[in-house]
Nanobody, 117 residues
Framework: QVQLVESGGGLVQAGGSLRLSCVAS????????MGWFRQAPGKEREFVSG??????YYADSVKGRFTISRDNTKNTVYLQMNSLKPEDTAVYYC????????????WGQGTLVTVSS
């Protein structure tokens, strides 16, 4: 497992942008697939985006608005969020899994994103 620390959350108006960052500990960051999940109040946690090697994945609800990227030299994964909507309001979690694994087994503490209308 790796230790993950997210940052970049905050309050933004609808239509605005935020960039989340997640820094991972350890020396084998490139061997991990990384993901972003979110949990809105009263709802279950849901997948937002993932990156495994150079392949990226997105939930339909964020396609075309969010972009995931990683910098292996900085052990960091990013989530650029544009055209934010009030329904994007949630706690966003960074997660990691070995590339060959199915389940994410390392999680950050979460960062709150609030989008006002």
């Amino acid at each position: 497992q790796v230790q993950l620390v997210e940052s970049g959350g905050g309050l933004v108006q609808a239509g605005g942008s935020l960039r989340l960052s997640c820094v991972a500990s350890g020396r084998t960051f490139s061997s991990y697939a990384m993901g972003w999940f979110r949990q809105a109040p009263g709802k279950e946690r849901e997948f937002v985006s993932g990156i495994s090697r150079s392949i990226t994945y997105y939930a339909d609800s964020v396609k075309g608005r969010f972009t995931i990227s990683r910098d292996n030299t900085k052990n960091t994964v990013y989530l650029q969020m544009n055209s934010l909507k009030p329904e994007d309001t949630a706690v966003y979690y960074c997660a990691a899994r070995r590339v060959e694994a199915v389940e994410y087994d390392s999680w950050g503490q979460g960062t709150l994103v609030t989008v006002s209308s």
